[in-house]
């Protein structure tokens, strides 16, 4: 009995052993083993990139859209005020000097109209990121006023 048992189990590690060490066996082993790193690959993939757009989309959200997370510079930020004062075909362009220091807007220059002088000094205040305005405007033949 004992060697109908030996018999068997030499004869059950045989099969094993040709089925496991068949050439044919062993590729179709392989090929399922990369099909699995690779399916695990994309999956991780995929959830990242489904990660980076929530991120995305939930920085969009937090930051309203047309805002800056940084201050624009001063001369940046000059531009944009000339070209908010000066968008009116009639407005006074040659007349006026913008100057932006630390986020104040300098107006200086003759305006021949007091209603311009008002106006520029108004629409420069209303420009995003602008501190505060330094009207310097004043009329022709008459002085410049104080600084602030």
Do not use: C, Y
Not at 35 to 56: E, I, N, R
Not at 67 to 78: C, G, I, S, W
Not at 95 to 120: F, K
Request: net charge negative; proline share 5%; glycine share 10%.
């Amino acid at each position: 009995m004992s060697r109908l048992i030996t018999l068997l189990f030499g004869v059950g590690i045989g099969a094993a052993a040709a089925h496991f060490l068949d050439p044919s066996r062993r590729q179709q082993l392989r090929e399922q083993a990369v099909s699995k790193v690779q399916s695990g690959v994309d999956q991780a993939t995929t959830a990242a990139t489904h990660a980076a757009g929530k991120a995305k989309g939930a920085v969009s959200t937090a930051t309203p859209s047309g805002t800056r997370l940084e201050d624009p510079d001063d001369v940046t930020l000059a531009r944009k005020v000339e070209t908010e004062i000066f968008r009116a075909p009639d407005a006074p362009k040659g007349d006026v000097s913008v100057d932006v220091q630390r986020g104040v807007a300098h107006l200086r220059g003759e305006v021949a109209d007091e209603q311009w002088i008002t106006r520029l000094g108004e629409e420069a205040e209303k420009v995003e990121g602008v501190k505060g305005v330094e009207n310097l405007l004043h009329r022709p033949g008459t002085p410049a006023p104080d600084h602030s």
